[in-house]
């Protein structure tokens, strides 16, 4: 149960991801590696502001978030979220 809900929570995200313009990286794991076009800890403050938790972090001197997979709600208020802040 939990890997298929898992599988189906990660793609789900990846898509709503793309669909926002983010070129997320593949992903078989439980969160989403993705890079931002904004400093990270504005995304996270912005984020956190919606009662969303993400994780920012800079590689390479690149800004980049991570969103964990959650439950399906929780992926839709982040999508819808995230939308808001980057549009």
Known sequence: YTRTNN???REYTFEELKKAGMNPIPSFTNFILFPIQMPAKDLLDKMFEKGVGIR??????KQ???????TM???KLFA???NSIIS
């Open 7 to 9: 599988k189906i929570n």
């Open 56 to 61: 920012g972090f800079e590689i390479h001197g």
């Open 64 to 70: 980049y978030a991570r969103v964990s997979i959650g």
């Open 73 to 75: 709600d929780e992926l």
């Open 80 to 82: 819808k979220s995230l």
